[in-house]
């Protein structure tokens, strides 16, 4: 067996590195090139040095921007999780209608970022009409928003992989547990707990990159108004590239700057969540 | 030996699901595909065109047209008329359409290819700054030599002519002449007939009146309107209206006082105008400025079109949806008329519609010189021949600068006609200067500066500072 994976190993695997070399590592390679120069098209680029990354830092927007997006962050990985997780506990207790429930929570995940986007945007903006407002009204209403819709999106998703992580958990740890007289809130902080660990690690990290990265919802749902006030990182990339001529070169520095933000948070999540996670 | 070719079976399943893969994605979209698989995939037009290319090979080594059209709602009278080209010469057209508000997006994408665009457009002098490199010189074109007037070619600083205005689009403020005149049969109505407003304070008194009385015209007359003019959507959709077309005014004005057609840092001399028109515009509205951010320009064309209000500033394009059937609209053209867009300056009696035009041919320069040859013929042809004149006149409704449309082909449009009227009365013509507007950021700064005045969480001073210290920021920022 061993043997003709070792000889199969290729028949299997190019096709799979020819895509990933075509549709990742050559644009990749090209993106950190490009940042470095100005161009029209990315056929005809100039080499300009750092010109393109001095540039962001006179641009306010993109810091406005980092902020926003680092506190979006924040809120909607902590509100999806400890919600994902509450509802999974509640899944799990064998309760009637369990399995629909979880369909129910799990479809919105099914459904694509812009069409949720211009959903929420009539929902909420339905509810703030009675108030004479909108969405775009201000930069917290969008927030909000934006969090609101990521939770109804994210939850379920989130949920099922704790509930495979609970039910992964032995029976007879948490008999043990109660046996030697644990409460529930005990049981929750040192049995379940540690043993899900490997979902959080999992579930912390999708949620983490999906909202540093958001940007269907945002373009959907506020499109940065009022003002580029909710505008998020990904977005501010897109309109740097887009809307001032001349600019394109600073859009690829930006999106250079965002993958190595990215990269070093998902990384230091992992590496923190890793170190907790217990052997069974 | 089952299992070996089991195992050659699956993996060539998955190299062809690869390619499969690989080439749908080519088909789907325009970014990476060979205008042959596009115009395969465009629809009956294009594929009849691939037809002419086999039935004269000959022809086709003559080189080739790849227009990448800016306006989807022109896209099938394109492609119908390329088809007719290809028939009778031989030569092979496509018309790719660029989705709405992505032309700028398609078009770096695709002039980066073998196969790149021969035919594409611009805006106007800011578009052109970036595209300088990919606009060979028209000048000595028989297409420039049909221009009715120079002020329709794009010139580059050398003074070439890079690019070749193709339609003439006027805009103002679209009101309903049934309304208006109903208004004028009310007891100590402001005016006696609509052609009484010839400035700014008519406009508003009228604009007040209407707005104040809209109870009382619905129980006179049995209209359901709901403001003197129609929403001032600040959605993305309609926005241009107001941070780019209305802003024209203002910009107009300054640049005619210093004898200017551009400026690296605009002064404001004209915005309390642009103020006092934007008060108007939001306080005798259907709608609260609170909920201006969310509405969009199809909300504003059917309050409008259901004569829920009595103006709406917009174009000569409306004119296509406004008269549609298919949208059941009250109004019917002969309800429709449009006047120009008064913001209070000294002598505007006089001042008509605002004309111009923002959709400059290029021909790239970077193509091959047959198929450079095989655009300009094109061209000529669409702007001399009587198929391309047909289409351009009628079934697009351009009103075009090219002397060969004066016999007969000019476009059915009041909106067009009310411009014509304006000019033939010797009214000036307000010309189009947001083409000089800096950049994109520019428009979108002002735009939100606007939306937060009228929703009252900013200040006017936002606006001006949006509007001045902006224009130098983005004039430094992309020269």
Same mark, same amino acid.
């Given at each position: 067996m061993e043997k003709s994976i070792k000889k199969y190993f290729p028949i299997f695997a190019l096709p799979t590195m020819v895509a990933f070399t075509l549709g990742f590592i050559v644009p990749f390679i090209m993106g950190i090139y490009l940042s470095f120069c100005e161009f029209t098209t990315i056929t005809d680029a100039k080499f300009v040095g750092l010109k393109n990354y001095i540039r962001i830092f006179s641009d306010s927007t993109f810091t406005h921007a980092l902020w926003f997006t680092a506190l979006f962050t924040v809120v909607s990985v902590l509100a999806i999780n400890v919600l994902a997780f509450a509802i999974a506990m509640l899944l799990t207790k %064998?309760?009637?209608?369990?399995?629909?429930? &979880?369909? /129910?929570?799990?479809?919105?995940?099914?459904?694509?970022?812009?069409?949720l986007g211009y959903i929420w945007q009539i929902l909420l903006n339905g509810i703030l009409e009675h108030f004479g407002k909108t969405l775009t009204y201000s930069a917290s209403y969008g927030f909000w928003g934006l969090v609101i819709l990521m939770c109804w999106q994210q939850i379920g998703y989130m949920m099922i992989i704790y509930i495979s992580g609970i039910q992964n958990i032995p029976g007879e740890l948490i008999e043990a547990a109660k046996?030697? %007289?644990?409460?529930?809130?005990?049981?929750? &902080?040192? /049995?379940?707990?540690p043993m899900v660990m490997p979902s959080i690690t999992i579930c912390t990290f999708l949620t983490l990159t999906n909202s540093f990265k958001l940007f269907d919802q945002n373009l959907a749902l506020t499109a940065g108004e009022p003002s580029n006030n909710s505008q998020m990182l990904a977005l501010n990339i897109f309109e740097t590239f887009y809307s001032r001529t001349g600019w394109e070169g600073a859009g690829q520095a930006k999106a250079v700057i965002f993958f190595i933000i990215v990269a070093v948070i998902a990384v230091a999540q992992n590496r923190i969540t890793r170190s907790k996670e217990v052997q069974q | 030996m089952k299992r070996k070719v089991l195992s050659v079976m699956l993996a060539s399943a998955m190299l062809a699901t690869m390619f499969a893969g690989c080439g749908s994605d080519a088909a789907d979209d325009a970014g990476t595909s060979t205008?042959?698989?596009?115009?395969?995939?465009?629809?009956?037009?294009?594929?009849?065109?691939?037809?002419?290319?086999?039935?004269?090979?000959?022809?086709?080594?003559?080189?080739?047209?790849?227009?990448?059209?800016?306006?989807?709602?022109?896209?099938?009278a394109w492609q119908a008329l390329a088809a007719t080209y290809t028939e009778q010469t031989g030569v092979p057209v496509t018309v790719i359409t660029a989705a709405d508000g992505t032309y700028e997006q398609t078009l770096k994408s695709e002039i980066a290819k073998t196969e790149a665009p021969t035919l594409?457009?611009?805006?106007?002098?800011?578009?052109?700054?970036?595209?300088?490199?990919?606009?060979?010189?028209?000048?000595?074109?028989?297409?420039?030599?049909?221009?009715?007037?120079?002020?329709?070619?794009?010139?580059?600083?050398?003074?070439?002519?890079?690019?070749?205005?193709?339609?003439?689009?006027?805009?103002?403020?679209?009101?309903?002449k049934k309304i208006l005149n109903d208004y004028c049969t009310l007891e100590n109505a402001v005016i006696s007939s609509p052609e009484d407003i010839n400035n700014f304070e008519t406009l508003k008194a009228v604009a007040d009146d209407i707005q104040a009385?809209?109870?009382?015209?619905?129980?006179?007359?049995?209209?359901?309107?709901?403001?003197?003019?129609?929403?001032?959507?600040?959605?993305?959709?309609?926005?241009?209206r107001f941070k780019t077309h209305l802003a024209n005014l203002p910009i107009y004005y300054e640049y005619k006082d210093k004898g200017i057609d551009s400026t690296d840092a605009i002064e404001g001399t004209y915005l309390d105008n642009y103020k006092q028109v934007w008060d108007m515009y939001i306080t005798d509205s259907t709608c609260e400025p609170g909920l201006l951010s969310s509405k969009t320009g199809d909300e504003a064309e059917a309050e409008f079109g259901m004569e829920e209000a009595v103006f709406y500033q917009n174009g000569t394009w409306e004119y296509g949806n406004l008269t549609n059937d298919d949208n059941g609209y009250l109004v019917t053209a002969e309800d429709m008329g449009m006047m120009p867009i008064y913001i209070g300056v000294e002598g505007e009696e006089n001042q008509g519609l605002c004309t111009?035009?923002?959709?400059?041919?290029?021909?790239?320069?970077?193509?091959?010189?047959?198929?450079?040859q095989a655009t300009l013929d094109f061209l000529n042809w669409v702007i001399t021949s009587d198929e391309g004149r047909d289409s351009m006149a009628n079934v697009m409704g351009?009103?075009?600068?090219?002397?060969?449309?004066?016999?007969?082909?000019?476009?059915?449009?009041?909106?067009?006609?009310?411009?014509?009227?304006?000019?033939?009365?010797?009214?000036?013509?307000?010309?189009?200067?947001?083409?000089?507007?800096?950049?994109?950021?520019?428009?979108?700064?002002?735009?939100?500066?606007?939306?937060?005045?009228?929703?009252?969480?900013?200040?006017?001073?936002?606006?001006?500072?949006?509007?001045?210290?902006g224009w130098a920021t983005e004039y430094a920022a992309t020269h």
């Open positions: %064998g309760i009637r209608g369990t399995n629909a429930f &979880r369909t /129910v929570f799990f479809m919105p995940n099914l459904i694509g970022g812009i069409v046996i030697d %007289g644990a409460t529930a809130p005990q049981v929750l &902080r040192y /049995v379940t707990i | 205008p042959a698989a596009d115009a395969a995939d465009a629809g009956d037009a294009a594929a009849s065109t691939e037809a002419g290319d086999a039935a004269a090979p000959a022809a086709s080594g003559e080189g080739q047209v790849y227009y990448l059209n800016f306006k989807p709602e022109q896209n099938d594409f457009q611009v805006n106007g002098p800011v578009g052109l700054a970036n595209w300088k490199d990919y606009c060979m010189d028209l000048s000595g074109s028989e297409l420039y030599s049909h221009l009715t007037s120079d002020d329709y070619a794009l010139k580059n600083d050398a003074g070439e002519v890079s690019g070749i205005a193709y339609v003439i689009e006027t805009y103002g403020i679209i009101y309903n009385r809209l109870d009382e015209m619905n129980d006179t007359f049995g209209y359901e309107l709901k403001g003197a003019f129609t929403s001032a959507g600040m959605d993305g959709s309609s926005d241009w111009g035009s923002e959709n400059y041919w290029c021909v790239n320069s970077q193509a091959s010189a047959e198929d450079q351009f009103t075009t600068p090219f002397d060969t449309f004066a016999d007969g082909y000019t476009a059915d449009n009041v909106f067009i006609q009310a411009d014509a009227a304006n000019t033939a009365a010797g009214k000036y013509s307000v010309t189009w200067n947001f083409s000089t507007i800096p950049s994109e950021t520019w428009k979108d700064g002002v735009g939100s500066a606007l939306l937060e005045y009228a929703q009252g969480t900013g200040d006017w001073d936002a606006v001006v500072s949006a509007f001045v210290d």
